[in-house]
């Protein structure tokens, strides 16, 4: 009974390609997040959803489309992959979107771009 | 095997000592704060949050200390043990434009000595 899921675990592709990664969270939370960790452990947010709307936008390229098709699912679709796409991508939910809401992280997609 | 973060600072303790992982702090408007521990090859998991209107909370093992003068996180570890070798963040939450997000630190490496 996994709170927060991610599939692919690993995936593995060449430039170019198009890919999407899911994410589901099964704590009946409002708020889920894409975040990227690259190789040095740095975590940075990309996009926040309450209630299948978009909150958080940061300065992501717009290869990039996160898509909430409802409060228990958000997927992150990359075009056109390029090689500093490479890196961990951990999806989290949290009860809201404020402040003091403990986020809870999946287990992240090792994204690999050759 | 994973990416390892080899730029991450490392702190070495023997097992049963004490263990202190510091973090600074950039914006003073910050309110909220979370320390963050992620395990090899997984997500970031919850350990102990402080709001900024106390300077000190405890849970079961660690303490988290704020310095709000100085802009300054500490989490405190008792009598460490192996199980809590891994990678931990603190994250604080800014409310730019009233937008809640999370900004997680660098993160330090906590190593346990057998």
């Known amino acids: 009974d996994t709170a927060v899921s991610q599939t692919p675990k690993y995936l593995v592709t060449q430039m170019g390609n198009d890919k999407s990664i899911k994410c589901e969270q099964n704590?009946?939370?409002?708020?889920m997040y894409w975040y990227k960790q690259d190789s040095k452990k740095f975590l940075k947010i990309m996009f926040s959803?309450?209630?299948?709307?978009?909150?958080i936008n940061e300065t992501v390229p717009n290869r990039f489309s996160p898509k909430s098709p409802d409060k228990a699912h958000l997927n992150l679709h990359i075009n056109s992959l390029e090689l500093g796409d490479s890196a961990v991508y951990f999806c989290?939910?949290?009860?809201?979107?404020?402040?003091?809401?403990?986020?809870?992280f999946g287990p992240g997609t090792r994204l690999t771009v050759t | 095997g994973e990416s390892v973060g080899l730029h991450l600072p490392t702190l070495s303790v023997q097992e049963g000592d004490n263990s202190i992982i510091n973090c600074a702090y950039s914006?003073?408007?910050?309110?909220?704060f979370i320390w963050y521990k992620q395990e090899s090859g997984k997500g970031p998991q919850f350990i102990i949050d402080?709001?900024?209107?106390?300077d000190k909370r405890q849970g079961q093992r660690v303490t988290v200390l704020l310095n709000k003068t100085v802009k300054h996180l500490s989490l405190q570890i008792a009598a460490t043990q192996p199980g809590d070798s891994a990678v931990y963040f603190c994250?604080?939450?800014?409310?730019?434009?009233?937008?809640?997000?999370?900004?997680f630190g660098t993160g330090t490496r906590l190593k346990v000595l057998a």
């Open positions: 994250a604080e939450n800014r409310v730019p434009s009233g937008t809640y997000k999370y900004i």
């Open positions: 989290a939910s949290s009860q809201g979107p404020g402040s003091s809401y403990e986020q809870y």
């Open positions: 704590l009946g939370h409002d708020t």
């Open positions: 959803y309450n209630n299948k709307e978009l909150i």
């Open positions: 914006n003073s408007a910050s309110d909220y």
């Open positions: 402080i709001r900024s209107n106390m």
